[in-house]
């Protein structure tokens, strides 16, 4: 497919105007990392918990 110029107009300015642009990072990314995030924190503090015990 070969696309014509258009003037005035971006390579990105038009995939973005033809809903075929797509964030890299999506909301569900961001909220699977926040989820990683907090499972993290708990193990780390259970950890701490166990070290003050000994």
Known sequence: ?????R???SLF?????TGR???SHS????DDMMTKTN?????LD???E???EE
């Not at 300015?13 to 105007?17: F, L, V």
């Not at 909301?27 to 961001?30: I, M």
């Not at 499972?39 to 193990?43: K, P």
């Open 46 to 48: 259970q950890e701490e």
């Open 27 to 30: 909301e569900r990314f961001r």
């Open 1 to 5: 497919m070969i696309i014509t110029p």
């Open 7 to 9: 003037e005035n107009e």
């Open 21 to 23: 642009f797509m964030p």
């Open 13 to 17: 300015r038009w995939i973005k105007s």
């Open 39 to 43: 499972e993290l924190e708990d193990i």
């Open 50 to 52: 166990l070290d003050e």
